[in-house]
């Protein structure tokens, strides 16, 4: 009888032990696992993560979204506005086990025509006392072949598995899967042919399509970002996108360095070319005279997380006011917290991304997030949409 006891005890506490580290918000990813894994470095630790995520040893948000965080965008349905960045599966390796943390969008990519390596390693930084990162990784690929067969092996087993046609490409209600497409570098400088070939590849398998000029770490790339070269590229990608009946939304994603010329012109081709959106920003070259990391903050690379969210909160409210709100904007750069969502939602931000801070929060963050938004949007009264862009109306 002891023993039935002591088995019985030892069950329930195994099952109590595997609830409780099933659940993205214990603690124990944050103040346990976190830390082990920054012992090694920085890239080591990126994919032993998503390996992790691949093969479903990562925990999960179980509750579901409350209403005051459900959203819209070009004409589709989110239950949540936070959203997990490119960079972190960059071969769309890990998109359910990324989706169950609770994320509204997941987007993969960086996905370049053929496989590249990237630049030589080292080639990511942690700057732990900005919980910051500086990276130089250089668009490194699987390439088209690769994603698209991982991508598309995992809509046929969904497929085979229900008579029901998902209404989603993250095969799951109300949740987005988007693709970001590059360049390679040995491409030439004026050639669009890669983001075509890419949206011709990418677009029956994606929600939607994020065309890429804003990498600091491919030389030349954001000089796409200039008028001219913009509207021509916009144009051709727009052109290649329309040969689909789903026509999946075609976003621009641009650096947070652009000056307001730029951003002006940016605009300018953005509602005159008719894309669907953008996302302000990718990382910054500029460094901060805040930086407190000591020699690391010399390094070459793109700079992320807190030190880039002024600059992508500037650039948001000026985008927002030279488009009228008309253009829906996905905002990235430094949100670590449910404040910081909400400083880009009331900025104009529609849908906001994170993914430095998930590399220092781990698993929990999506969830912390949400929980926040939800205790700060029910003492106000109101939604996450009714938030967006509220800082342009107060000064109207």
């Given at each position: 009888q002891r023993l039935a006891v002591a088995g019985a005890s030892a069950l329930a506490g195994a099952m109590a032990a595997s609830a409780y580290?099933?659940?993205?918000?214990?603690?124990?990813?944050?103040?346990?696992?976190?830390?082990?894994?920054?012992?090694?470095?920085?890239?080591?630790?990126?994919?032993?993560?998503?390996?992790?995520?691949?093969?479903?040893?990562?925990?999960?948000?179980?509750r579901p979204d409350p209403e005051c965080l459900r959203t819209a965008v070009w004409g589709k349905s989110l239950s949540n506005p936070v959203g997990l960045a490119a960079g972190c599966d960059k071969h769309g390796e890990a998109v359910d086990g990324l989706l169950g943390l609770g994320f509204g969008l997941v987007e993969v990519g960086t996905v370049t025509p053929q496989p590249q390596e990237g630049n030589p390693r080292p080639r990511m930084f942690r700057l732990v006392a900005d919980r910051a990162v500086i990276n130089r990784y250089g668009f490194n690929s699987h390439g088209h072949d690769a994603v698209h067969s991982s991508l598309s092996d995992r809509l046929a087993q969904a497929t085979s598995a229900s008579p029901v046609a998902p209404?989603?490409?993250?095969?799951?209600?109300?949740?987005?899967?988007?693709?970001?497409?590059?360049?390679?570098?040995?491409?030439?400088?004026?050639?669009?042919?890669?983001?075509?070939?890419?949206?011709?590849?990418?677009?029956?398998?994606a929600d939607y399509l994020v065309i890429n000029i804003s990498s600091p770490n491919t030389p030349g790339l954001r000089s796409l970002q200039r008028r001219e070269p913009l509207e021509r590229l916009l144009r051709d990608v727009k052109d290649a996108r329309d040969q689909f009946a789903t026509r999946p939304p075609l976003l621009v994603k641009i650096a947070p360095d652009v000056s307001d010329e730029e951003l002006q012109d940016i605009a300018a081709v953005v509602k005159s070319t008719g894309i669907d959106g953008i996302i302000i920003s990718n990382t910054t070259i500029s460094r901060p005279a805040t930086l407190k990391s000591g020699t690391v903050t010399a390094e070459i690379g793109g700079l992320s997380g807190p030190p880039v969210k002024p600059l992508a909160l500037a650039?948001?409210?000026?985008?927002?006011?030279?488009?009228?709100?008309?253009?829906?904007?996905?905002?990235?750069?430094?949100?670590?917290?449910?404040?910081?969502?909400?400083?880009?939602?009331?900025?104009?931000?529609?849908?906001?991304?994170?993914?430095?801070?998930?590399?220092?929060?781990?698993?929990?963050?999506?969830?912390?997030?949400?929980?926040?938004?939800?205790?700060?949007?029910?003492?106000?009264g109101t939604t996450w949409g009714a938030l967006v862009g509220s800082d342009h109306r107060t000064a109207a």
């Open positions: 580290l099933s659940d993205s918000r214990a603690r124990v990813h944050r103040h346990v696992l976190m830390p082990l894994l920054r012992m090694l470095d920085a890239e080591r630790s990126h994919v032993l993560s998503i390996q992790a995520a691949r093969v479903g040893l990562v925990p999960s948000d179980r209404s989603t490409m993250s095969l799951r209600p109300d949740r987005l899967l988007g693709i970001n497409l590059g360049k390679n570098k040995t491409s030439p400088a004026d050639s669009n042919k890669d983001y075509i070939d890419g949206v011709l590849r990418f677009a029956p398998l650039a948001i409210a000026k985008f927002y006011r030279l488009t009228n709100g008309t253009v829906p904007i996905i905002g990235c750069g430094g949100i670590a917290s449910s404040t910081d969502a909400l400083a880009f939602a009331r900025a104009g931000a529609s849908l906001v991304q994170v993914y430095t801070a998930f590399a220092y929060e781990g698993p929990s963050l999506p969830a912390d997030i949400k929980d926040g938004l939800v205790a700060e949007l029910t003492r106000l």
